[in-house]
């Protein structure tokens, strides 16, 4: 069964100041990774994704993540924070097994971005 | 276009009901899931539906749990006999086919039960 683990729960960061949230995956296939983001009141929204090729990705707003197999994992990065950045953050796999179309979480990490 | 949408908004019900929550997905979507966000928990994946296929059940936690999805379209998640820890957030996703990566998700439906 797959597992994804992320190791910051809560994060309090300045404005200006650099991010990356932990992700550590648990599968021993071929994946799908992907990082969501849920603002404020707002719905859950796809912020970068990882298929195939270059494990370095680009997202919106400026986040990056980068995907390490040998340590399985996909951290999430942006070089300086905004304070709209203040959400909950999710990273996700997909494991292609027999039905393996169903998205696995991790529990979250809230950001906060003071001013 | 139109978003996923769901319904209601908030839920309060009382131990021992019976809820139906429901889901419209994006119009042309034949994948539809579903999943529950607790307290301090990630997002539990419930059930998935694909076309006419038949639905892969392996999330739902309990056998008071059922999903049916008419037309290909509008699905509706059942809780029997409510219990306090079916208190979540419960989403719902679509996306245009099996292959597609990328699942748009819903607002959520708030159920707290009493």
């Known amino acids: 069964a797959q597992s994804v683990s992320q190791h910051n729960h809560h994060v309090i960061l300045s404005e200006a100041a650099s991010l990356e949230l932990g992700c550590n995956y648990s599968?021993?296939?071929?994946?799908?990774l992907f990082w969501y983001v849920q603002y404020p009141g707002q719905h859950l929204q796809l912020l970068l994704k990882?298929?195939?090729?270059?494990?370095l990705v680009k997202g919106i707003k400026g986040f990056e993540a980068e995907f390490i197999k040998s340590k399985f994992s996909f951290n999430l990065r942006k070089p300086s924070v905004q304070w709209s950045d203040t959400a909950e953050y999710f990273c996700?796999?997909?494991?292609?097994?027999?039905?393996?179309?169903?998205?696995?979480f991790g529990t979250g990490t809230q950001l906060k971005v003071e001013l | 276009g139109a978003g996923v949408s769901q319904s209601p908004s908030n839920k309060v019900t009382e131990k021992g009901k019976d809820v139906e929550l429901r889901c419209d997905p994006i119009?042309?979507?034949?994948?539809l899931y579903w999943y529950r966000q607790s307290l301090g928990q990630g997002l539990e994946f419930l059930i998935y539906?694909?076309?006419?296929?038949?639905?892969?059940k392996s999330g739902l936690p309990s056998d008071r749990f059922s999903a049916e999805r008419t037309g290909g379209s509008v699905s509706t998640l059942t809780i029997q006999r409510t219990q306090q820890e079916d208190s979540a957030v419960y989403l719902c996703?679509?996306?245009?086919?099996?292959?597609?990566?990328?699942?748009?998700f819903g607002p959520g439906t708030r159920l707290t039960v009493t």
């Open positions: 996703a679509s996306s245009p086919d099996r292959f597609s990566y990328e699942q748009y």
């Open positions: 599968y021993g296939g071929t994946v799908n």
């Open positions: 990882y298929f195939s090729g270059d494990p």
């Open positions: 996700a796999v997909r494991g292609f097994t027999g039905g393996g179309n169903k998205l696995t």
């Open positions: 119009s042309g979507h034949t994948a």
């Open positions: 539906f694909q076309g006419n296929s038949a639905p892969d």
